[in-house]
């Protein structure tokens, strides 16, 4: 995520880019920074915090400037601090950059210019990118971020000005969303449209690869260095509307976003082609102990305990280490027999729940080695453990955890092929079909969410009942739990997640006709018991709504209703159901007038024991 803001043109860029940040403060505030060209010099103020706090500092120390650009972060490489805020700067402060996104060969780039003497001030991917500027700057800037972005591997959205090139504003995109906002004798970037809404209506959508020339009267637009025709766009969003992107609640935009979370959870990591993982220089787990550790102890909270059930599976199946997982709350207390032969992995989007923390602390405590999934750069968890494993999900802004949670389980399964790969405990063919299979699930969450017509028509089928009944197998049991806990966090409908095998001893009696029973029915290896699961509720005259792979006549045959998804492999399959059933609990949610975002009674972090 980050938000960028950028403003060339005759008024004072400052007022226009901090209020432009201010309204994009929902993609990221651990820390903000601003640039401007000031009497022919870069002026440059950045700090940790909200933007309130950036303009704190700019009363404090007055800037000024007609062209400029700021930035708010959500930290993905390098701790919140103000060293790693943006704008970054050139060895000279002759050029200046912001950027969104993760730079996948900047540890290579960065090799290349420090034996070149070039000087860095941070640890962050970004800054590569203003050095390979600097390095390229033969006195105009446009060709010197051509040459750039022939270098640089990855997702990115930037925005560059140089002192020694001042009339001109150049950004460029790739895989990371960026606008220009054409005005009269002024012009504008930024990362989404409420940014600039007060100021112009008319909006061009930079694509992929594109350059943009811009300059107080001009935009021109380069794809491959030639011009390209780009449409003026003229938006009639109200601001608030524009922030959720043109959904109407968060948590909808969030469920939307989820191909884009693995895809940049995936980043820089997955190579499937080599059928390679790389992510040692992150982890900086010691040689060795993937191979000797004898147990791994997964702690989480909530969702987040439900993505540690699915790791479970992971880790037992695949690199064949036993693995329990534990609610934080219950392990803090419990005295699980830990030593320096234990892992304890740390599930926890925010990094800052306080029986997750407490988990860890004891684990630390007894000479197991840690390790932390977490969404939050700089989070407590990841700062007091040995090691962290980052989800680039961006800021998780509803209550009800989402793309985290498809986050978390992306992380999960890049671990455990690492460490099959390392244990070589699964043949190297299998490897490549999973990183392949895995790589494609983007491709399928985007199937399902096509679908979500169909699951809002059964929501509105369902949404009066009082109780629902989610049964999930193996790797689908932990998704009927979670599948569960969005709908009870949601609309307020008592929902429970069973394994459906345990149906029969004690569930079974709940069932009548007003029960409606959610069944994962997806093929698997226990596809024939989930079918004798749902003849089993059928008997007694329950309502099922299947979860089914596309043509599954059967199940259709079996079931009231039918939620379809594609066919994929019944390891990953995880990532593909959950979403139609976090889609189901939104639209029961909504239909029956609840708060969404922020339902009652609930916090997004729950930092209080
Ligand atoms: O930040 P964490 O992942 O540690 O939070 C854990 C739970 O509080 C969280 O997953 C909670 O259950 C969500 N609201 C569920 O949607």
């Known amino acids: 995520m980050c938000g960028i803001v950028g403003y060339i043109g005759d008024s004072d860029s400052v007022p226009v880019i901090i209020d432009g940040l201010k309204r994009l403060e929902y993609r990221g505030y651990d820390s903000a920074g601003i640039a401007v060209i000031e009497n022919d010099e870069i002026r440059r103020i950045r700090g940790t915090g909200k933007i309130a706090q950036l303009e704190l500092a700019i009363k404090a120390s007055p800037i000024k400037g007609s062209v400029g650009i700021g930035h708010t972060r959500w930290a993905t ?57 600097e390095k390229n700057f033969k006195g105009d800037l446009l060709e010197a971020v051509f040459c750039t972005i022939d270098e640089i591997v990855g ?87 524009a922030e959720k992107g043109g959904y109407k609640h968060f948590m909808l935009k969030e469920i939307f976003e989820q191909p884009q979370a693995v895809q940049d959870t995936f980043r820089g990591r997955i190579y499937p082609e080599q059928s390679r993982l790389s992510f040692d220089e992150e982890l900086k787990i010691p040689e060795g102990l993937v191979k000797s550790i004898q147990k791994i102890y997964i702690v989480a909270c909530g969702t987040s305990y439900h993505a540690g059930l699915v790791g479970k599976f992971l880790f037992e199946n695949y690199a064949k280490i036993p693995c329990e997982v534990d609610i ?42 840690t390790l932390v999934i977490s969404n939050v750069v ?12 980052y989800t680039h999900c961006g800021p998780e802004v509803g209550v009800a955890s989402t793309k985290a949670f498809i986050g978390q389980l992306t992380a999960l399964y890049l671990l455990t092929l690492d460490w099959a790969i390392k244990k070589n405990s699964v043949s190297k063919e299998s490897v490549k079909n999973m990183i392949f299979s895995l790589w494609d699930v983007p491709m399928k969450i985007n199937e399902v969410l096509k679908g979500s017509k169909k699951i809002l028509e059964i929501a509105k089928k369902f949404f009066h009942s009082k109780d629902f009944l989610y ?84 199940i259709e045959q079996k079931s009231d209703f039918v939620i379809t998804v594609p066919d994929v492999d019944e390891f990953i399959s995880p990532l593909v ?31 209080v024991e």
């Open 77 to 133: 490489h390098g701790k919140p601090s103000e060293e790693n805020a943006h704008p970054h700067t050139s060895c000279n402060d002759d050029i200046v950059l912001v950027h969104n996104g993760i730079i996948e060969n900047y540890v290579e780039l960065k090799n290349q210019l420090v034996k070149s003497n070039h000087k860095f001030d941070s640890e962050t991917d970004t800054e590569v990118i203003v050095h390979t500027v």
């Open 471 to 554: 049964l999930g197998r193996n790797f689908n049991y932990p998704i009927a739990l979670e599948g569960a806990l969005k709908l009870k966090e949601i609309s307020y409908i008592h929902a429970e997640g069973y394994p459906a095998g345990e149906m029969k001893h004690g569930p079974i009696a709940l069932i009548d006709e007003n029960m409606p029973v959610v069944v994962i029915a997806t093929k698997s290896s226990v596809y024939e018991k989930i079918l004798s699961n749902i003849e089993e509720v059928k008997a007694r005259l329950g309502v099922v709504i299947s979860l089914a792979n596309v043509g599954e006549r059967i």
């Open 155 to 241: 997702a990115y959205a930037v925005g560059v000005i140089s002192k020694l090139d001042k009339t001109r504003m150049i950004a460029a995109r790739k895989d990371a969303p960026l606008i220009v906002g054409v005005g009269e004798s002024e012009n504008y970037i930024a990362s989404d449209i409420p940014a600039i809404l007060p100021y112009t209506k008319k909006v061009i959508y930079l694509e992929d690869g594109d350059v943009a020339d811009i300059r107080k009267n001009s935009v021109t637009v380069y794809n491959k260095r030639k011009i390209v025709n780009r449409m003026v766009h003229i938006v009639r969003w109200d601001p608030i509307q």
């Open 328 to 369: 934080a709350s219950e392990f803090r207390y419990r005295n699980p027999i830990l030593n320096s032969k234990t892992m304890v992995m740390a599930i926890t989007q925010s990094g800052e729940t306080a029986d997750t923390l407490a988990s860890l602390r004891l684990a630390k405590s007894s000479g197991s080695y």
């Open 577 to 607: 159901n959950v979403v139609p059933l976090q889609l189901f609990a939104y639209y029961c949610a909504i239909l029956r007038g609840n708060d969404v975002d922020q339902p009652r009674n609930l916090a997004k972090s729950v930092t």
């Open 378 to 389: 700089g989070s407590t968890a990841s700062r007091e453990s040995d090691s962290t494993l």
